[in-house]
Nanobody, 111 residues
Framework: VQLQAFGGGLVQAGGSLRLSCAAS????????MGWYRQAPGKAREPVAR???????TYADSVKGRFTISRDNAKNSVYLQMNNLKPEDTAIYYC??????WGKGTQVTVSS
């Protein structure tokens, strides 16, 4: 099983980025998928999660700004991030429950 995440980068505050993560090696249509992030000096934290039937949860800090979605036919999960803030700067990791992780992608938001 491999997870490939991409879409990170450098953006100014108020800007947008879209992260994508494609899973290969198995069918994950029933597995919850999600995004986590880890800022320097901080613990990894959940950002957003979507179950196989489409139930979604967000961290309070990103509600109203981030949107998670998935495409089961492509074994992929996405994170649309709008109105980015400097405090969103972190390495973002995609996750397929219960224990598959992708390599992180860096998101840097300048003020």
């Amino acid at each position: 099983v491999q997870l490939q995440a991409f879409g990170g980068g450098l953006v100014q505050a108020g800007g947008s980025l879209r992260l994508s993560c494609a899973a290969s090696g198995s069918n994950f249509s029933i597995n919850p998928m999600g995004w986590y992030r880890q800022a320097p000096g901080k613990a990894r934290e959940p950002v957003a999660r979507i179950t196989g039937d489409g139930s979604i949860t967000y961290a309070d800090s990103v509600k109203g700004r981030f949107t998670i979605s998935r495409d089961n036919a492509k074994n992929s999960v996405y994170l649309q991030m709008n109105n980015l803030k400097p405090e969103d700067t972190a390495i973002y990791y995609c996750n397929v429950s219960p224990f598959w992780w992708g390599k992180g992608t860096q998101v840097t938001v300048s003020s």
